[in-house]
């Protein structure tokens, strides 16, 4: 073990978390840690990876990911269900190395209007995001 190890004090101050909290994590299995004695020690790098903040640590976990919104105006309820199902189906394709595309779907009736929230790697959310373009042409 070549990393450098931390105590559940030392990442609480980390995470701006009390103790108790971070030793709730580990019991939950959330953050992983080794028993040493009474003591647990938190590997550093899984410490950053837990706490998502990219710093001089480099992990194949933190790759570049993307986030975008996309606004469809003048949309009935029905095709914004139609489009959710559909763009919810589109995400959940790929194997098991691709990284996971996250969607997110809100319609507002009153304003007749729909966002998309797609959340994934640059390459994934652009081939979604044409999907979503040639579906709209279609569609209207």
Do not use: W
């Amino acid at each position: 073990m070549s990393d450098i190890l931390v105590t559940v004090e030392q990442a609480a101050e980390q995470l701006k978390l009390h103790p108790k909290t971070v030793l709730r994590y580990i019991h939950d299995g959330r953050l992983p840690a080794t028993r040493i004695g009474k003591a647990y020690r938190i590997e550093r790098a899984k410490l950053v990876e837990f706490s998502g903040v990219v710093s001089g640590y480099t992990s194949a976990s933190n790759d570049v990911r993307t986030t975008c919104i996309v606004d469809i105006p003048r949309i009935t309820p029905e095709s914004a269900e139609r489009m959710a199902m559909f763009l919810n189906a589109a995400a959940m394709t790929g194997d098991a190395k691709t990284p996971p595309l996250h969607i997110n779907t809100a319609f507002d009736p009153l304003a007749t209007s729909m966002k998309v929230v797609v959340i994934g790697s640059p390459s994934d959310a652009a081939r979604l995001l044409e999907m979503l373009q040639l579906q709209l042409g279609s569609s209207r």
